[in-house]
């Protein structure tokens, strides 16, 4: 359509004003371009908006969607007569044959408009349902990508608390092998207390009798040689321990002969 205007655009449209009674073609032809811009269909007024400096541009900038059912039976009664085409009308006027197929082109575009009308209303309701899905869906992903995140925290939260729980295991199983170990040294210890509680018994019993014990295996090395074992234990037993006793009570003596030459 924008293309037709344009055509017209360059056209002598003046000369078709200067017409004190344009030909019936060409007043028909404007009379339905008046009648599709709501003005009334008379060469007056025609002639008044051709005058118009910006008559073109108000057939450029149109509003086509205005079409409505009412308008469109308006422009009817011009279109259907059988001279308005383009081809009869340019026979009078070339600038009129533009104008005639710009308003044929507008009852073109009413009618489809029309049908599609509908359509157009379904399509943006499609869209607007599209819209409307596309935002909660970006809102769900939001949503989703931060219970994601949540949960790879978690994770992760959870693999180190494994690991840390591996450590602690290994850590109580070796505490265990040496608390089990502890125990059975400390059972073995228990044992030898007993033992070592009898040996400090006897040294201290042997340390009380080392004075008489010294004395006694003194005297003996020095004096009993020469004599036979019965005399010597006689000797000992009968004589010197007796003697040992009298001089000095503090004086024990708890060894025999046998164990000094042993010992």
């Not at 003005?39 to 025609?46: G, M, S």
């Not at 059912?69 to 044959?97: H, Q, R, W, Y």
């Not at 379904?122 to 949540?150: G, Y």
């Not at 074992?229 to 000797?235: I, K, M, Q, V, Y």
């Amino acid at each position: 359509m924008d293309c037709l205007l344009a055509f017209a655009h360059h056209l002598p449209l003046p000369a078709t004003q200067a017409y004190s009674k344009p030909p019936a073609l060409v007043e028909l032809t404007l009379g339905g371009v008046m009648t599709v811009l709501k003005r009334p269909a008379t060469w007056e007024e025609t002639k008044k908006q051709l005058g118009d400096a910006n008559f073109m541009s108000k057939l450029l900038q149109f509003d086509k969607d205005t079409l409505d059912d009412g308008m469109l039976k308006k422009i009817n009664k011009f279109t259907s007569n059988a001279d308005f085409t383009p081809e009869a009308v340019g026979k009078v006027s070339t600038a009129a044959k533009g104008m005639c197929m710009w308003v044929c082109a507008m009852e073109t575009y009413g009618h489809v408009a029309k049908e599609v009308g509908p359509k157009r209303a379904r399509l943006k309701a499609a869209q607007d349902n599209l819209a409307k899905k596309q935002a909660a869906l970006a809102a769900a992903q939001e949503a989703l990508a931060i219970v994601l995140a949540k949960v790879a925290s978690l994770r992760q939260r959870y693999d180190d608390s494994m690991s840390n729980k591996r450590v602690l295991e290994e850590e109580l199983a070796d505490l265990e092998g040496k608390l089990q170990r502890a125990e059975k040294l400390v059972s073995g210890l228990a044992g030898e207390k007993v033992r070592w509680e009898g040996s400090i018994g006897g040294l201290e019993s042997a340390l009380r009798c080392l004075p008489g014990d010294v004395v006694l295996a003194a005297a003996f090395l020095s004096y009993a040689g020469p004599f036979p074992s019965e005399f010597r234990d006689e000797l000992v037993k009968a004589t010197w321990l007796p003697q040992v006793g009298a001089a000095d009570r503090q004086l024990e003596c708890m060894c025999t002969c046998a164990h000094y030459l042993i010992n």
